[in-house]
């Protein structure tokens, strides 16, 4: 007897893929090494020379850095771009002209949500909101500013009913399950 006739067809769910970075899309999320070994990175910024990866979850603690990379080969384990932003309503929340973000915090903007990340070229550290889902307009100030928040995948895990999540951010931790 072969294993194939055993039984039913195998099933997997949340299914991810295994690409070239340099395939990655804006909006991305995979699990990435840049060196260090696997890190839950999002392609945030997509130059003719180089991809800019926000760590989600990085190895070296510095949480949502920017790392630059060349457009290379190097496969990643894709998520996709199917995932959804869950923003914790109960949370620390800033509305209005006076908000000021922190480096992981979600920003919102006429509808359009960003991840205020930072990254360093030379010797200078520099904070930037690299816009997640919908458009940031040019000039728009920031009109909230959420500290807690998860990104869960699109399909529902069978045995809870619940959509996964991928990671978690609150401003006293950040975790990946």
Same mark, same amino acid.
């Given at each position: 007897?072969? +294993? *194939?006739? !055993?039984?039913?067809?195998?099933?997997?769910?949340?299914?991810? =893929?295994?690409?070239?970075?340099?395939?990655?899309?804006?909006?991305?999320?995979?699990? %990435?090494?840049?060196?260090?070994? *696997?890190? !839950?990175?999002?392609?945030?910024?997509? !130059?003719?020379?180089?991809?800019?990866?926000?760590?989600?979850?990085?190895?070296?603690?510095?949480?949502?850095?920017?790392?630059?990379?060349?457009?290379?080969?190097?496969? %990643?384990?894709?998520?996709?771009?199917?995932?959804? !932003?869950?923003?914790?309503? =109960?949370?620390?929340?800033?509305?209005?002209?006076?908000?000021?973000?922190?480096?992981?915090?979600?920003?919102?903007?006429?509808?359009?949500?960003?991840? %205020? *990340?930072?990254?360093?070229?030379?010797?200078?550290?520099?904070?930037?909101? %690299?816009?997640?889902?919908?458009?940031?307009?040019?000039?728009?100030?920031?009109? +909230?500013?959420?500290?807690?928040?998860?990104?869960?995948?699109?399909?529902?895990?069978?045995?809870?009913?619940?959509?996964?999540?991928?990671?978690?951010?609150?401003?006293?931790?950040?975790?990946?399950?």
């Amino acid at each position: 007897m072969y +294993a *194939a006739s !055993l039984g039913d067809p195998m099933e997997v769910l949340f299914s991810t =893929t295994l690409k070239p970075m340099a395939d990655f899309e804006v909006g991305e999320i995979g699990l %990435c090494n840049f060196g260090r070994g *696997a890190e !839950l990175a999002m392609l945030v910024i997509k !130059l003719e020379e180089d991809l800019g990866f926000a760590a989600l979850h990085d190895q070296d603690g510095e949480q949502f850095s920017i790392h630059y990379v060349e457009h290379r080969p190097d496969l %990643c384990l894709s998520y996709g771009q199917d995932w959804k !932003l869950v923003i914790d309503h =109960t949370g620390d929340i800033q509305v209005g002209g006076y908000t000021s973000p922190e480096i992981g915090d979600i920003v919102m903007w006429n509808g359009a949500f960003g991840l %205020c *990340a930072f990254q360093s070229r030379g010797p200078m550290k520099n904070k930037v909101d %690299c816009p997640l889902i919908g458009t940031k307009p040019d000039r728009s100030r920031i009109e +909230a500013v959420f500290r807690s928040w998860k990104i869960v995948l699109n399909e529902n895990d069978p045995e809870s009913g619940l959509a996964p999540v991928i990671f978690r951010h609150s401003p006293k931790q950040v975790s990946q399950p």
